[in-house]
């Protein structure tokens, strides 16, 4: 009987251990690679448009709360409360977007000016050794 528990032990914490690993990453975002600066850029700049119009939204919805209190009877101070909650949630949402846009934009300028460093470090190379060649001068 001992045998048989620890074996079923075994099986149910084997199986958790394999699913544990079955999700992916929170940070990891589907079909953009991680050194796609740009379209992580454009990706974080949507996000911040579309957490700009629900906090436009909510900010109506809570002056149309604070306009006519009357209208909403006893819930209308939790409505209230839930809205100013939902415009605090899109404002820091907003924030950190447009923080990310910003980050990955330095990070595909300073990504560009690499490969352009890059380019010139290997045309100038190029160039050099073209000119030892037919300088006629022999190098030690």
Sequence with gaps: ???????????VLSVLTSCAHMNPSA???DGIASDD????????ENLAREAKIKLQENKKVLE???ARPYYYGRQGLDLQSHTSA???????????NLRYADSHK????????NQ??????KLSHDLIIENEEYSGYKGL
């Excluded at 330095?106 to 000016?113: D, G, V």
């Excluded at 352009?116 to 470090?121: C, L, P, Q, R």
């Design 64 to 66: 149309a709360y604070e």
């Design 37 to 44: 600066h740009e379209a992580l850029v454009q990706h974080y």
């Design 1 to 11: 009987m001992r045998p048989l528990k620890l074996l079923k032990l075994f099986f």
């Design 116 to 121: 352009v460093n890059k380019a010139e470090a």
């Design 27 to 29: 940070i990891a975002l």
């Design 86 to 96: 939902n415009i605090r949630a899109y404002e820091k949402l907003l924030r950190e």
């Design 106 to 113: 330095k990070m595909a300028i300073k990504q560009t000016s």
